[in-house]
């Protein structure tokens, strides 16, 4: 046909400036796009940081102690004793004091007795005890060690008349014991005083004594004559004695 090569010409010519429409908005969608985020970057706004304030309340400090008091002063006011002045009298006539003379002093070491005691009196009797009256015979007791005043013994300890049989409660095999007693020996030879001073067992100590009482001594002579004495006895006594 004479008038197709016309339509197919007409036809094929809005498709290409569509095209060309179509691309040229997009170059201007992309290129207004591109100077928008460039902008955005050139022009950023600085952020300012917040002011923060802080105030800081404390209470008022206290008022300072008020001062202490001034101290009174005390006024002491001493009183004066009036001296009294003696006069002496015109016909009194004043005699001078006598002068006293000081008195011996005793030392004890060219006065003593040979043999005597310490602390004893001059003109006492030798073998006698301190705070004796002078002129005294000295019938005080003496102290006599253990050795010597077991010489002086008449019995025999381990005889069964004088001595101590154990109780039943402490009658048992390896039981053991001791008590110290202050003898005391009259002049005769008897028992007059005993102490237990170092008890063995509240059972064994009254036994003690009731079998040392029973005991007999010779009279402990001094200078020739018959003197009470005490010692000190260890009393042993165990089961297998028994």
């Known amino acids: 046909m004479a008038f197709e090569a016309f339509l197919t010409q007409e036809k094929t010519k809005p498709k290409k400036g569509r095209r060309i429409t179509y691309g040229i908005s997009l170059g201007l969608h992309g290129a207004l796009l591109v100077v928008g985020i460039i902008y955005s970057f050139w ?7 917040p002011s923060v304030t802080v105030t800081f309340m404390s209470a008022a400090p206290p008022p300072p102690p008020p001062p202490p008091p001034p101290k009174k002063k005390t006024t002491k006011t001493k009183t004066k004793v009036p001296t009294e002045i003696v006069q002496p009298k015109p016909d009194q006539v004043i005699q001078p004091k006598p002068k006293e003379e000081p008195e011996e002093e005793d030392d004890g070491e060219d006065d003593g007795e040979e043999g005597g005691v310490a602390g004893g009196v001059k003109g006492g009797v030798v073998g006698g005890v301190v705070g004796g009256v002078v002129g005294s015979t000295g019938e005080g007791p003496k102290f006599l060690p253990p050795n010597v005043a077991s010489k002086q013994l008449l019995i025999d300890p381990q005889d069964a008349a004088y001595k101590v049989v154990l109780p039943a409660a402490l009658n048992h095999a390896g039981w053991s014991g001791w008590a110290m007693v202050k003898v005391c020996v009259a002049k005769e030879g008897t028992v007059s005083d005993l102490k237990i001073t170092r008890p063995a067992d509240p059972l064994l100590d ?9 005991w007999r001594y010779k009279p402990f002579a001094l200078d020739g004559r018959p003197v009470p004495f005490c010692y000190a006895l260890r009393y042993e006594i165990s089961s297998r004695a028994q």
């Open 43 to 49: 022009h950023v706004d600085d952020l300012s940081p």
């Open 206 to 214: 009254p036994l003690i004594l009731q079998a040392v009482k029973r």
